[in-house]
């Protein structure tokens, strides 16, 4: 056996380095947050070659007294905490009293620093941790602090860097965090290239520099967003809020159509503190429901702000996971707050469909024309219409239909439907905007929302059938049917064998007695069976325990093979049933089940500017007219 050494202590470092100090970037989290519990207003970051040559950290706060300066090169060192009791309410982002003694052991670190109370501030020059130099240095209150050469005398450290430019990009997502968690601190960035900098003295050449943030300090949270993430995303965002007593959240979540198809723009603060969480996400996820694909993560900035001591920061080495006390109730606010917002804020502009501007002058019932005429010009027009049959998958009420043209009262906008495109797409006129409507996508919307309120009503109400319908399965689909029956039982859906291959179903929820029934079935089947077939694996382990998410799946297939299909010819009538139908749905109606859009909105702004025009907007202006060109 070899004799055991106690390591000298500048060792001790540069190993405990690794696990604080994996990279540049965490030398830029650590120093921020640093600045930040040192109450700066303003934080500068310059680097080169992706921090590698050099990260400068410039900031405003309180500063260190020239003791303190050579105290916080020591290990486990620090101003924040100084018992077990403040361990377990911590207030502040650093505790641990290691970072800055580990990253000063693998690197060149010049600290120059002043408190209010002393009329010039203390430099301080180390190498690997050894303090080379003292002097004092006139210069503001705060501290500015260099780390050259990062693993210098760490080579083997140095060959796990894979390069300058990720490194940099590493950065930029320290920042992203500190930035959105921080709104009231102002940050730039300046990145210095490398010729810039004389090698000689290793002074930088500011007119080379190149400042790639600069964000100024503010109060709201969106202005940031707006700065840090972009327009794209600031302007797509619904603000959430719950106040509870232990726990505040507050932040925002993306609308459905600005998803994506990784959780990168997902943010979560804990008192500030930026933190991953699989599970919050699910959370948040969890709020959008159907109005998300499933391959689709929502954008978010969520901040909580909850007691120091019903959180455990202390749990990871880097500090980016916290362990709660009650994950579960966090978990279950969280995901309700988002609902409310979602449900709170209307995703599309909203229509009526007692705009339209045409009124019926007779009566449809029976008829092949309906007439109409323009409310403004007086002209009358004819609309041809189907006969209204009971087998049209629009389900169009009839005692209805008198008055879905019937002008009631005009708000702001009108939504008139003008035509059928591809025997797909439904175009309408909303106030000066043109609309275009998935017609299959908006049909599955309207019959999901109301197959999901008839299951979630206990008092549902059921119709039996005067003549069953019976249909044949295949043996290994009667299996499919098989497994799912109960659930389909619940949802009001009876199906009896009759032996053999052939079934019968005799009893239905009353508002779908009107529907092809042995297609819709007959489809489900086909649906479930792709599961079970194509290994769906996670919905299959979702439905496991799960019997919500088992129907709400059901009740997904069920909506697409009753909705209206691209390819199916629509009647004007029909139409505006459909639309009538969306505009009544309280959930989702921008989006179908599967998350995709029903409706996209070609703003009349945009159509003038395409065509290299501006609306003049004064078109009931005679003396204008004429001159268009
Ligand atoms: P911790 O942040 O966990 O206390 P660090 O090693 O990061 O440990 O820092 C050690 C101490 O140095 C801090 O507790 C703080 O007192 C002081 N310090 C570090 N950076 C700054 C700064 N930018 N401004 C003022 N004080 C600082
Ligand atoms: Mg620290």
New binding site residues.
């Given amino acids: 056996m070899l004799k055991i050494n106690i390591l000298p202590e500048q060792l001790r470092n540069q190993i405990s380095a690794g696990e604080v100090v994996e990279r540049p970037s965490s030398i830029v989290k ?1 120093m921020i947050e ?2 930040i ?2 109450g700066a207003k303003k934080i500068v970051i310059e680097l080169i070659q992706g921090g590698l040559k050099l990260i400068k950290i410039n ?1 405003d ?4 007294s020239p003791e ?1 300066t050579l105290m ?1 090169l020591e290990r486990y ?4 905490i100084k018992n077990l009791e403040d361990l377990q309410n911590i207030q502040t982002m ?8 580990s990253i000063a052991s693998v690197s060149k670190m010049t600290i120059q ?1 002043r408190i209010e109370d002393n009329l010039s501030g203390v430099e301080i020059y180390a190498e690997g941790g050894k303090i080379m130099k003292q002097s004092p240095i006139g210069m503001n209150i705060g ?1 500015s ?1 260099e780390v050259r050469d990062l693993f210098y005398n760490t080579p083997a450290r140095l060959k796990f860097i894979k390069n300058e430019k990720t490194e940099y990009q590493d950065i930029l997502d320290i920042l992203t965090d500190a930035t959105l968690a921080w709104p009231n601190v102002a940050f730039k960035l300046i990145k210095h290239s490398e010729e810039s900098t004389d090698i000689e003295t290793g002074e930088l050449k500011e007119e080379k520099s190149n400042i790639v943030l600069d964000l100024p300090a503010t109060e709201d949270l969106s202005v940031r967003i707006q700065g840090i993430l972009g327009n794209n995303i600031s302007n797509e965002l619904i603000s959430i809020y719950y106040g509870g007593v232990n726990v505040k959240i507050d932040g925002f979540i993306g609308k459905p159509a600005l998803s994506r198809a990784n959780r990168n723009q997902q943010f979560f603060f804990v008192n500030h503190r930026p933190i991953k969480s699989y599970v919050l996400s699910y959370a948040v996820k969890q709020a959008f429901h159907s109005l998300l694909p499933k391959e689709r993560y929502p954008v978010f900035i969520i901040n909580f702000h909850i007691d120091p001591s019903l959180v455990d920061v202390n749990c990871h080495p880097r500090k980016t996971e916290i362990k709660f006390h009650d994950e579960k109730e966090i978990f279950r606010v969280l995901s309700m707050s988002c609902k409310k917002a979602l449900e709170e804020n209307v995703l599309m502009p909203k229509f009526n469909r007692e705009n339209i501007n045409y009124y019926q002058e007779k009566s449809a019932k029976g008829l092949g024309f309906v007439e109409f005429q323009n409310l403004e010009s007086k002209e009358k027009i004819s609309v041809k219409v189907a006969e209204i049959n009971e087998t049209s998958p629009v389900q169009i009420d009839e005692e209805k239909i008198d008055q879905s043209f019937q002008v009631e009262d005009f708000s702001e906008k009108e939504m008139i439907v003008l035509a059928q495109l591809d025997k797909s797409f439904i175009l309408c006129q909303y106030g000066r905007d043109l609309v275009l409507i998935d017609q299959h996508a908006a049909h599955e919307r309207v019959r999901y929302n109301l197959m999901m309120e008839n299951a979630l009503n206990e008092e549902m109400a059921i119709q039996p059938l005067l003549m069953p319908i019976n249909f044949e399965l295949a043996l290994g689909d009667q299996e499919v049917l098989n497994n799912n029956k109960v659930i389909l039982d619940q949802l009001g859906v009876k199906i009896e064998h009759f032996g053999g291959n052939t079934f019968a179903i005799s009893e239905v929820p009353s508002f779908m007695t009107k529907l092809n029934l042995e297609n819709l079935i007959l489809g489900l089947v086909d649906d479930l069976k792709m599961i079970k077939d194509y290994g769906d694996s996670h919905n299959v382990n979702a439905f496991k325990g799960d019997l919500f998410a088992r129907k709400e799946k059901i009740l997904t297939y069920m909506a697409c093979r009753s909705a209206v299909k691209f390819g199916d010819e629509l009647s004007h009538i029909e139409m505006i049933s459909l639309i009538d139908q969306l505009n009544k749905t309280k959930e989702g109606k921008a989006t179908c089940p599967h998350g995709r859009p029903t409706m996209i909105i070609l703003e009349s702004d945009e159509l003038w500017s395409r065509f290299g025009r501006k609306y003049p907007g004064f078109f009931e202006n005679e003396k204008f007219r004429g001159i268009n060109c």
Avoid at 61 to 64: A, N, W, Y
């Fill in positions: 650590e640093n600045s519990d040192a900031d706060g309180c500063g260190m303190d916080s060192a620090t101003s924040k650093g505790f641990r009293g290691e970072a800055l003694a620093t501290t602090i």
